[in-house]
């Protein structure tokens, strides 16, 4: 069973930035990825990145504002969220999963943390 544990969570301004972090009890040959759910609307995934770092993708409310890494000798996981807006507001969940299908689809992640709140106000 893989164990994720987000941190990093919080309330900024429009325009602040936020990182969040990931813990991945098991690593290996998972692609990481995180996903986001505002009250009242669908759950988005946001970015990807393969186990190797040679491949990730965002989505396009996100491309150039927000950055996902990975540090595979401890096993975590980043996203650097920079240029924030109030539609980031959001409980974000790291995930973890074998497969990588664009856009990211939740049925294709067999673990989940438990999920950190951001709040951007403006």
């Known amino acids: 069973q893989v164990q994720l544990v987000e941190s990093g969570g919080g309330s900024v301004q429009t325009g602040g930035s936020l990182t969040l972090s990931c813990e991945v009890s098991?690593?290996?040959?998972?692609?990481l990825a995180w996903f986001r759910q505002a009250p009242g609307k669908e759950r988005e995934g946001v970015a990807i990145?393969?186990?190797?770092?040679?491949?990730?993708w965002y989505a396009d409310s996100v491309k150039g504002r927000f950055t996902i890494s990975r540090d595979n000798g401890k096993k975590t996981v980043h996203l650097q969220m920079n240029s924030l807006k109030p539609e980031d507001t959001a409980m974000y969940y790291c995930?973890?999963?074998?497969?990588?299908?664009?856009?990211?689809?939740?049925?294709?992640?067999?673990?989940w943390g438990q999920g950190t709140q951001v709040t951007v106000s403006s």
């Open positions: 995930v973890a999963g074998y497969r990588w299908t664009i856009p990211l689809q939740s049925v294709d992640f067999d673990y």
């Open positions: 098991a690593y290996s040959t998972l692609h």
């Open positions: 990145i393969s186990p190797g770092i040679i491949s990730t």
